[in-house]
């Protein structure tokens, strides 16, 4: 019986020590993820800006000679580039975004990817996947000069004819408790995909270009005159397009991750609780059954003595 409460007693230690390390955690992760969300809406303005531009550039696009950023080079291999994270303890958010990824690159004949994070990167590594590049770092603190790099690593591949598609899977933050694993395709684009993109603009960030009651930007080829050229411009301005989204790409991850590492510590701090209450219960009978069993043995003892 002594040897159980000692037992007893050692798990309710042990527990106690992993539930203060998992409440640190939770609450490091929700100070970083009020960081990483006031990140994310610090960019919404320039991204505003960007497809406005775009959008501009686009319509006057369709009156000349096609862009590289916006034809077929005819290579068959697509690129993936693929956000994870570097560190564990986040529920599943690698590994459902993992599983998406490797369905959604079934579509490909030829494919080779791009990783971002630790966990990407080993994932791939084991299945004998062609890695082109890997950003290993901390992914939780989505960096602008990383995203650049990506980004043109992705741009020189393409224009080089060495990949003829290149998109980039994510988790895009919808909510504390949800995490949506997302596809976008970042070259080539066309013009209609250029045109498209007025939809992604954040009405209350835009500039007055916006037309927030209709929900359409002015179609603005026929009282806009580009200099040197819309083709000019649009071989200028897709590169920071890319590099943005790529950006915002690591930025919604980052968010995410912060989000899925909060929610898992708080499960398991509630499940540490849980635990310390059932063993302090089996520690609270083994006691009163010791101390029962004390006054029985001494009862038992007086009455022989009689």
Avoid: W
């Avoid at 494919?111 to 004998?128: E, P, Q, Y």
């Avoid at 990383?146 to 895009?172: H, Q």
């Avoid at 929610?263 to 083994?286: F, G, H, K, P, V």
């Amino acid at each position: 019986m002594a040897d159980s409460m000692r037992d007893i007693k050692r798990r309710i230690k042990s527990v106690s020590s992993t539930k203060q390390i998992t409440h640190a955690m939770q609450l490091v992760a929700s100070a970083k993820l009020r960081h990483a969300r006031n990140r994310a809406d610090a960019r919404r303005a320039y991204t505003n800006y960007i497809i406005e531009t775009m959008h501009m550039i686009a319509c006057a696009l369709e009156n000349e000679e096609p862009n590289v950023f916006l034809e077929d080079n005819g290579c068959k291999k697509d690129l993936y580039i693929v956000v994870t994270s570097d560190k564990g303890l986040a529920g599943g958010f690698n590994s459902g975004l993992l599983k998406f990824a490797a369905e959604t690159m079934q579509q490909s004949e030829e494919k080779a990817v791009a990783v971002s994070g630790a966990k990407g990167l080993d994932f791939f590594k084991r299945r004998n996947y062609e890695i082109l590049g890997s950003y290993i770092g901390d992914s939780d603190e989505a960096d602008f000069s990383t995203a650049a790099r990506i980004g043109k690593a992705a741009t020189t591949l393409f224009l080089d004819g060495k990949v003829g598609g290149v998109y980039i899977i994510y988790n895009r933050f919808v909510s504390v408790i949800s995490q949506k694993p997302t596809m976008v395709r970042l070259l080539p684009l066309t013009v209609d995909e250029m045109l498209n993109k007025a939809d992604e603009i954040d009405t209350e960030t835009a500039s007055g270009s916006y037309k927030a009651e209709s929900g359409v930007l002015p179609v603005p080829a026929q009282c806009m005159i580009f200099e040197p050229s819309a083709t000019y411009l649009a071989a200028k301005l897709i590169p920071s397009y890319i590099n943005n989204a790529v950006y915002g790409a690591l930025l919604e991850s980052a968010a995410g991750e912060l989000a899925s590492r909060r929610m898992a510590m708080e499960n398991a701090t509630d499940n540490a609780d849980e635990i310390i209450d059932d063993l302090s219960l089996a520690y609270n009978r083994a006691r009163q059954g010791a101390i029962t069993q004390e006054i029985t043995e001494i009862v038992s003892g007086a009455e022989a003595i009689k």
